[in-house]
């Protein structure tokens, strides 16, 4: 079975400013995929960022860095020079595929972040 | 359409009627699945669907919850005698290909009074 433990309910954050996500998983799976996905409150999900566990480098996307810590089982969301459109629930997930494949996700549950103008 | 398109986008329904929600994923979307989306909690997978056949349901909460792909594009969910604890959000998502990357629709708020 996966877990993902997303352990900070709601986070502030002022404008301009770079923002932690904090995600750990757990599974006995040897490979998988870890995904971010936003939130924004018209409810659809968008994907961010992926990373397979594979993967040696971590995952960039524009502003979006994933912190890919296997040892630790951690998978840190990065978003760099927040934007008060970046306000939005934040899911952290896995998938008992590494290569991209998005099957039976297994959702935290999610960080809500603010960003103050 | 360009993105997935799930119907009705609200449903209030009284405890013991059959509701139906609708999904329909991008054209050509081979996979399309269903998750169930608790408020203030983050999705459960509910089933999959590859073409028209349903290869996992093993998220299914009870035999009250039936969901079909007739054609391999359309879903719908069905869930029979509703009960409170069936209030959620039902989140619909389609794949070009096996292992593609999945893009959800807007969901469909199911409240049950």
């Known amino acids: 079975a996966q877990k993902i433990t997303q352990t900070q309910p709601g986070m502030f954050v002022q404008e301009k400013e770079a923002v932690t996500l904090d995600c750990t998983y757990d599974?006995?799976?040897?490979?998988?995929?870890l995904f971010w996905y936003k939130q924004p409150s018209s409810g659809e999900m968008i994907f961010l960022i992926y990373q397979g566990s594979y993967d040696q480098q971590n995952a960039t996307e524009g502003r979006y860095s994933l912190n890919f810590q296997k040892a630790r089982k951690s998978a840190n969301l990065v978003i760099s020079a927040s934007q008060l459109g970046d306000s939005a629930m934040y899911f952290c997930?896995?998938?008992?595929?590494?290569?991209?494949?998005?099957?039976?996700?297994?959702f935290g549950t999610g960080t809500r972040l603010t960003i103050i103008p | 359409g360009a993105g997935v398109s799930q119907s009705p986008r609200y449903k209030v329904a009284k405890r013991g009627q059959d509701v139906a929600l609708r999904c329909d994923p991008i054209?050509?979307?081979?996979?399309l699945f269903w998750y169930q989306q608790a408020l203030g909690q983050g999705p459960e997978f509910l089933t999959y669907f590859q073409n028209e056949a349903q290869l996992d349901k093993s998220g299914l909460p009870s035999d009250r919850f039936f969901a079909e792909r007739p054609e391999g594009s359309v879903s719908t969910l069905k869930i029979q005698r509703t009960q409170q604890e069936d209030s959620a959000v039902y989140l619909c998502?389609?794949?070009?290909?096996?292992?593609?990357?999945?893009?959800f629709g807007q969901g469909t708020r199911l409240t049950v009074v």
């Open positions: 054209s050509g979307h081979v996979s």
């Open positions: 997930a896995m998938s008992p595929d590494p290569n991209f494949g998005n099957e039976k996700l297994t």
């Open positions: 599974t006995s799976d040897p490979s998988y995929g």
């Open positions: 998502a389609s794949s070009l290909a096996v292992g593609g990357l999945a893009f």
